[in-house]
């Protein structure tokens, strides 16, 4: 074993070493301030902070002794370039970062609306031209209609904003003539089932049925109505439910 060597490797060991420390301390100091509230959640971001700076260190040492890093195969690298992510995600992701701090992903609830846009606007105006809204911790993200073909670029950008948990929810806004066509239910199910695995993750639908009252509604308060439903629901359990 080469004196080089020896030092080489010792010197990475007084680096990791080092950073350990410094980032446990402010972690320590300065945890709350980011979000870290209880010394379990400071121990997960200091571990994988450090199996981040180790796996960096060794990469630079892999370069500086002429061992190149693996290249990613082709095929990955053109599905990778191919759905870019759209503009207003930047925009979304200052504005969590601002408001909930560098851990938003943790305290903010994200909820994908579908349905046509006339439905949509009404349950949460602004909606289908903005493309998301927020307020309350919870993010409102406009997913189209559930009767064309699901956003690649938008699921894609989906899971690289928030791995662990690319949704919260999907709000499915609706009529009560269109939940009464068998065909038309069909096909939106189909797309939904289209979603979950390009998103790979199965996330609870909500059916928010929109009515069209006969007689003016200024001046009174909006009070949404709504029952949660078990999963393998029956239709006595239904109808009990929403007695």
């Not at 796996?55 to 191919?82: C, E, H, M, Y």
């Not at 269109?178 to 996330?203: I, T």
């Amino acid at each position: 074993m080469s004196k080089a060597f020896i030092t080489r490797n010792l010197g990475v060991g007084l680096i990791t070493l080092l950073i350990a420390l410094v980032s446990g301390g402010l972690l320590y100091l300065r945890g709350d301030q980011l979000g870290l509230n209880t010394p379990a959640l400071k121990i997960v971001v200091w571990i994988v902070s450090m199996v981040g700076v180790i796996w960096l260190l060794n990469l630079i040492r892999d370069v500086k002794q002429g061992t190149p890093p693996q290249k990613v195969p082709n095929a990955f690298r053109g599905k990778a370039l191919s759905s870019e992510e759209p503009s207003y995600f930047w925009a979304l992701k200052s504005r969590a970062r601002r408001r909930y701090g560098y851990f938003w992903r943790f305290k903010v609830r994200i909820l994908l609306v579908t349905g046509k846009k006339a439905l949509v606007e009404a349950i949460a105006p602004g909606l289908t031209t903005q493309h998301w809204l927020e307020g309350h911790r919870t993010l409102l993200l406009w997913g189209g209609s559930l009767h064309t073909e699901p956003d690649a670029a938008q699921l894609a950008a989906l899971r690289r904003l928030r791995r662990f948990r690319p949704l919260n929810g999907i709000v499915w806004a609706l009529t009560e003539q269109q939940s009464a066509q068998p065909v038309w239910m069909d096909k939106a199910l189909r797309m939904l089932q289209k979603q979950a695995q390009q998103l790979h993750w199965q996330a609870p639908v909500y059916l928010w049925q929109v009515c069209h009252s006969l007689w003016s509604q200024a001046g009174r308060v909006t009070q949404a109505v709504g029952c949660f439903l078990p999963e393998r629901c029956t239709p006595d359990r239904v109808e009990t439910q929403l007695r």
